[in-house]
């Protein structure tokens, strides 16, 4: 299996609620032992919180440049996907089996994995996670739908400023 050095991604921005408490810090480990740099965006502890702020802060993360990708982790991964899907250049995608993960990142450009702590195993969400930092954007006719895609983000962007 590839490791961090050997593919351009390399930094991870991860959180969770605390639905997806134990699956985010089962993946920690192994993204570190890939030789991957995690930083964890929180929750700290199984104690209920709301998702949210922590989605957003991770996408802000990948948005930044701080991160080359993104996982968010929740019950369904479904709330989690909606708010890191909020920050502008954020495509995050809710992949609970490997074949979603790579086209997420072959067809979507996808930036962010969003899965769910009730939906997957840990061993199903190590594949996920690997085969999402593996795959290549494909680009060709996929690059022009994501860059539709980007240009409904800023008509909506400027929509809003009015």
Same mark, same amino acid.
């Given at each position: 299996?590839?490791?961090?050095? /050997?593919?351009?991604?390399? *930094?991870?921005?991860?959180?969770?609620?605390?639905?997806?408490? @134990?699956?985010?810090?089962?993946?920690?480990?192994?993204? @570190?032992?890939?030789?991957?740099?995690?930083?964890?965006?929180?929750?700290?502890?199984?104690?209920?919180?709301?998702?949210?702020?922590?989605?957003? /802060?991770?996408?802000?993360?990948?948005?930044?440049?701080?991160?080359?990708?993104?996982?968010?982790?929740?019950? /369904?991964?479904?709330?989690?996907?909606?708010?890191?899907?909020?920050? *502008?250049?954020?495509?995050?995608?809710?992949?609970?089996?490997?074949?979603?993960?790579?086209?997420?990142?072959?067809?979507?450009?996808? +930036?962010?994995? /969003?899965?769910?702590?009730? =939906? =997957?195993?840990?061993?199903?969400?190590?594949?996920? =996670?690997?085969?999402?930092? @593996?795959?290549?954007?494909?680009?060709?006719?996929?690059?022009? *739908?994501?860059?539709?895609?980007?240009?409904? @983000?800023?008509?909506?962007?400027? *929509? +809003?400023?009015?």
């Amino acid at each position: 299996m590839p490791t961090a050095e /050997s593919r351009s991604l390399k *930094r991870i921005a991860i959180g969770s609620d605390h639905a997806g408490f @134990e699956l985010k810090a089962h993946l920690i480990v192994v993204l @570190e032992q890939l030789g991957y740099r995690v930083e964890d965006y929180g929750t700290h502890s199984a104690d209920a919180t709301d998702y949210p702020h922590i989605c957003a /802060s991770v996408a802000r993360a990948v948005r930044d440049t701080k991160a080359d990708v993104g996982v968010v982790l929740g019950g /369904s991964g479904q709330g989690e996907q909606i708010a890191a899907n909020k920050v *502008r250049g954020v495509r995050a995608a809710l992949c609970n089996d490997t074949w979603l993960a790579e086209m997420a990142r072959s067809h979507n450009d996808a +930036n962010v994995l /969003s899965m769910g702590g009730r =939906v =997957v195993t840990n061993e199903l969400a190590e594949l996920i =996670v690997k085969k999402f930092l @593996e795959t290549q954007f494909e680009g060709g006719r996929h690059a022009r *739908r994501v860059g539709q895609l980007n240009e409904i @983000e800023v008509e909506e962007s400027l *929509r +809003n400023e009015r």
